[in-house]
Each structure stands twice: as structure tokens, then as C-alpha cells.
């Protein structure tokens, strides 16, 4: 695919990243790559409307428009707390008196649900308060389980992952070693064909030469140089030096 990313790095196994420079080659990445990005004014112009509104009820919603006519507060209202008797200009009336005592009766009921509520809080609040914890305690030990699974899960993929770079990292050096190995071999047959061809050449000269006939002497001369100019050991050393573990 075009604009693929094959990530090859082993983590596990590779080496070199304390090396001297590597941090600061990194950093510098970071930085390349900050200096690229160009992020807008609004970061979310791309997300779509919120769907926040879909929760708003009627209340809420003038509530947000208060706010943001930045208008006070409405104070609570106690009216249905009062126990008013009726207007000075109704003082004589049945009807008027009898929405008083209504409203006594509505407020005398309504403070005796609240003494009952409190009874039974008294009574009940406590096993009530303990079935709520031992409900919360569950909801929290069942979330701690899962967090606990994640954490084990997380654990395996990390081992999986630490066992298939090393086994990768055993064979590399493998290959590596035995690259190195074919290497050297190419490097003695190339040195035993240079050698024979130092002894082909020789053997023409002396035949040119018993014939009477000048022989390329600076040729074969030029051969034991380039054959000599470094030892066998010394570029074996250089390949197991460049590709030592």
C-alpha cells in the first residue's frame, strides 16, 4: 500500500539507544516534527455539533440562558412554607378562610411526612446505608477485577511479544554469524583464485620465457601486492569485529 509504515524495530533486542547522540537525534525529530504541524485556532471544528442538547431538559435549558445573560440567581421561594391568613379584604369571608386552613392542613401533612421520614431513617437508614456500601464495595471489587484481567492481558502480550523478538533476535544473530561466516569464505576462495591465477601466470611467464618471447613480468608483480595487502586474519577479524553480537 502506498504510504505504508512497516515498523521493524525489536525493542527487546536491539541495541544502541543509550549510544552517544541517539537521544539528541530523536529530540530533534520532535522537534522537525512539531515545526510541521500547524494545528488551527479550533481543534475540533472537523467533530460535528455536540450532542449535549439531547440531555437538556426545558429547566436546564433556561438555566444555560440565565447563565449566559450572566442574570442572578432566582431566590428560593417559600410561599409554600407560609402560613398566611387571608387579605385584609376578605377577612370576612367564609371561602377565604377555608383556603387557609387548606393550606394549614397541606402543610401540617407534609411536616408530618417529613417526621415519619425521619422515623424511618432512624429505624432503617442504618441497613439501608450498609446495603449501599456493600452494593458499592461490589461494584468496586468487580472493577478491580476487570482492571486486574486488563493488566494480566496486557502482561501476556507484552511476554508474547518479549519471547517472538527474542527468538527473532536468536535467529538474526544466526543468520548474521553465518552471513559473516560465507562472507569470509568468499573472501578465501576469492584469495585462493587470486593465488592460483599468481601461479597461472607465473607458469605462462616461464613458458614465454623458455620460448624467447618477453613475458608481462610488472602484471605478475603487481599480483603478490594486491594479494599481501592484507593478511587473511586480519580480514577475518574485520568481519567478525563488524558483525559481533
Not at 153 to 179: C, D, F, P
Request: contains cysteine.
Amino acid at each position: 500500500m502506498a504510504g505504508e509504515v512497516v515498523v521493524d524495530a525489536l525493542p527487546y533486542i536491539d541495541q544502541g539507544y543509550d549510544d552517544p547522540g541517539v537521544r539528541e537525534a530523536a529530540l530533534s525529530m520532535v522537534e522537525e516534527e512539531c515545526r510541521r504541524y500547524r494545528p488551527t485556532k479550533n481543534y475540533l471544528e472537523n467533530a460535528g455539533p455536540e450532542p449535549s442538547t439531547a440531555f437538556e431538559t426545558a429547566a436546564l435549558q433556561r438555566e444555560m440562558e440565565r447563565v449566559q445573560q450572566r442574570l442572578p440567581m432566582e431566590p428560593l421561594s417559600m410561599k409554600r412554607y407560609e402560613l398566611p391568613p387571608p387579605p385584609a379584604g376578605r377577612l370576612g369571608e367564609p371561602a377565604a378562610w377555608a383556603e387557609s386552613v387548606d393550606n394549614s392542613h397541606a402543610q401540617l401533612s407534609h411536616q408530618a411526612t417529613r417526621v415519619l421520614n425521619l422515623e424511618l431513617q432512624l429505624h432503617y437508614g442504618a441497613e439501608s446505608w450498609r446495603s449501599y456500601l456493600n452494593t458499592l464495595q461490589a461494584l468496586v471489587t468487580s472493577a478491580q477485577n476487570v482492571h486486574t484481567n486488563l493488566r494480566k492481558q496486557i502482561a501476556a502480550v507484552n511476554w508474547e511479544r518479549k519471547r517472538s523478538q527474542t527468538a527473532s533476535g536468536t535467529r538474526l544473530r544466526a543468520l548474521r554469524r553465518r552471513w559473516a561466516q560465507l562472507v569470509s569464505d568468499n573472501y578465501r576462495l576469492e584469495r585462493a583464485l587470486l593465488q592460483l591465477d599468481i601461479q597461472l601466470q607465473k607458469a605462462q611467464g616461464q613458458a614465454t620465457a623458455d620460448d624467447g618471447e618477453p613475458a608481462d613480468l610488472d602484471a605478475v608483480k603487481m599480483l603478490p601486492d594486491k594479494l599481501n595487502s592484507e593478511s587473511e586474519k586480519e580480514v577475518q577479524k574485520k568481519i567478525e569485529d563488524m558483525f559481533a553480537d
